[in-house]
């Protein structure tokens, strides 16, 4: 038994984003699987994911925005996403480099 781990880890995965530790409260950005989502959240609020570009061959992330800000890092933050809101993936086949 995983006690749901592993139902957790493609559901966090398939969202875009992964908690680093357990206890902590950052989230690795990856590349969702999902072209939307809705979560609802205990408070009553909603966090929204959206995936802009998705395609087969777009699999590397090209931005992020939480709330209407462009993440400058690839760390996401309970902080940002625990009183609900928005994420948008804007995603490329091109790797950035």
Known sequence: ??????????????????????????YSIGSPLVKSATINLENGKQLIVEVKNQHVENVYVEKVIVNGKLKKDKILLHSEISDGGRIIFYMSNNTGK
């Open 1 to 26: 038994d995983d006690a749901g781990q592993m139902s957790a880890w493609y559901v966090f995965s398939a969202l875009g984003f992964y908690p680093v530790c357990p206890g902590s409260d950052q």
